[in-house]
């Protein structure tokens, strides 16, 4: 985890890494170690049990000393309680409408000619008159019921949606009948391979909505690799709005005209680490940007799949989401 202190409900656990931790960690890609410390909060707020934190991060690549020294390092003690990840996991039925579902238009399946000629599957959500066009980038279990709902969210909102499947090479997320094996695979991508991904996202999707400004919206890996596509040198989006997404060391934003509105959690403070070092780099592109922080929620607060959903944090950046691409998309 990174260096500091966060809250797991009422225990604080102090997540400075010792040597140890940092040498597993030191070894891993960026990443895989974004994900194993992301296992190791969800074991730490007691959202999955030990047993099945040490299976993911078995899958990782992690041995099971390492894996059980880096859940002590994250709990203290080691015995969360839970037993879904935040990401996965079926929440309570909540008396709210999670926002922009009500107006959600279909998604269908599409396929298109990726890097190389390579097919990527894709789920599609066509608005009527697209005001411009949104990629929509999946969190870590890769495209889900909930992210084909969020593309369609867009397009119900104006906004033609397509969320690539970055599994694609590997038979597409459907092929994987555990979720946490498509985990595992997603994290030994090449994040070349990952943005490289996106970049044709993106010009399929403008093939689909020509003359149309675009934008680009991830949540949680998806945030990550948000910022890492407008880091990765000129791209297409006019604008872009990661959410608790990770930015990448030593990002560069200067080539991107984006503007971005980021999109955090005020308890979510691995992903807040490294939240400093984004605002910087938009501070010195020059480009319009701005910071919400959504109070408390935490990480993944917009998913109405999992544990940690909070409607009225959904709410209000759905309704920030709109606003700022109505105001750089059109």
Not at 7 to 18: D, F, I, K, L, Y
Not at 65 to 90: H, M, V
Not at 229 to 237: D, E, F, I
């Amino acid at each position: 985890m990174r260096s500091g202190r966060f809250v797991a409900g009422e225990q604080t656990v102090n997540t400075a890494r010792p040597p140890t931790i940092r040498l597993i960690v030191g070894l891993m890609t960026p990443l895989q170690r974004y994900i194993a410390e992301e296992i190791a909060a969800d074991h730490a707020d007691g959202l999955l049990t030990r047993r099945e934190a040490l299976r993911r991060l078995g899958l990782l690549g992690l041995g099971a000393t390492a894996a059980a020294a880096l859940l002590a390092a994250c709990t203290g003690t080691g015995t969360g309680t839970g037993t879904e990840s935040s990401d996965s996991a079926p929440s309570p039925a909540t008396p709210s409408t999670p926002p922009g579902s009500a107006a959600a238009l279909p998604t269908t399946a599409v396929t298109f000619d990726g890097p190389g000629g390579a097919p990527l599957q894709a789920a599609w959500a066509a608005a009527p008159q697209p005001r411009g066009g949104v990629l929509v980038v999946h969190e870590n279990k890769g495209l889900t019921d909930h992210i084909r709902s969020v593309a369609g969210r867009f397009a119900g909102a104006g906004y033609s949606a397509l969320a690539v499947d970055l599994l694609s090479a590997h038979g597409g997320t459907s092929a994987f009948t555990d979720p946490a094996a498509a985990t595992a695979e997603l994290s030994r991508i090449p994040p070349d391979q990952l943005v490289a991904d996106l970049r044709a996202g993106l010009d399929e999707l403008q093939r689909r909505v020509p003359g149309k400004k675009l934008g680009a919206t991830g949540f949680c890996f998806g945030g990550g690799l948000t910022w890492l596509l407008l880091a990765s040198g000129p791209s297409p989006p006019a604008a872009a709005t990661p959410f608790y997404g990770p930015f990448p060391d030593n990002g560069d934003l200067s080539a991107s005209k984006a503007a971005v509105l980021g999109v955090y959690a005020a308890a979510d403070a691995r992903v807040n680490a490294s939240r400093p070092a984004a605002e910087a780099a938009l501070a010195r592109s020059g480009n319009p940007h701005q910071i919400f922080t959504a109070p408390d929620a935490d990480h993944a607060f917009f998913n109405d799949t999992g544990q940690r959903y909070n409607a009225t944090a959904a709410t209000e950046a759905w309704r920030r989401v709109l606003d700022w691409y109505g105001t750089y998309l059109g």
